[in-house]
């Protein structure tokens, strides 16, 4: 599986953005997809996670309420909404496919899509 991100952008604080994550191959129904971020200096971190039927989510603490992930089989597309964004926000999104479901951090991700960058200002 190969991935892709895109819907980065600069914003300001409150504004939204959706990201959108394209997937090569016919597997993609198969796999539990998620979102990670990497601030600047900082470590990845998870951020959201759907299951491969749609049918379950997973949120870190600091986006939930706020981010909303979504994905579309037909598409081989997974979709992180982005809403009231916050300055800490800041980040490079990866989009990840994997077998496992192991909240909170959801190690063991398989596959990595080169991230996009989310700036937001204040």
């Known amino acids: 599986v190969q991935l892709q991100a895109s819907g980065g952008g600069l914003v300001q604080a409150g504004d939204f953005l959706r990201l959108s994550c394209a997937a090569s191959?016919?597997?993609?129904?198969?796999?539990?997809m998620a979102w990670f971020r990497q601030a600047p200096g900082k470590e990845r971190v998870f951020v959201a996670a759907?299951?491969?039927?749609?049918?379950?989510?997973y949120y870190a603490d600091s986006v939930k309420g706020r981010f909303t992930i979504s994905r579309d089989n037909a598409k081989n597309t997974v979709y992180l909404q982005m809403n009231s964004l916050k300055p800490e926000d800041t980040a490079v999104y990866y989009c990840?496919?994997?077998?496992?479901?192991?909240?909170?951090?959801?190690?063991?991700?398989?596959?990595w899509g080169k991230g996009t960058l989310v700036t937001v200002s204040s």
């Open positions: 759907v299951k491969y039927s749609g049918g379950s989510m």
């Open positions: 990840a496919a994997g077998n496992n479901w192991n909240p909170p951090y959801f190690g063991g991700m398989l596959y």
């Open positions: 191959g016919r597997t993609f129904s198969t796999y539990n």
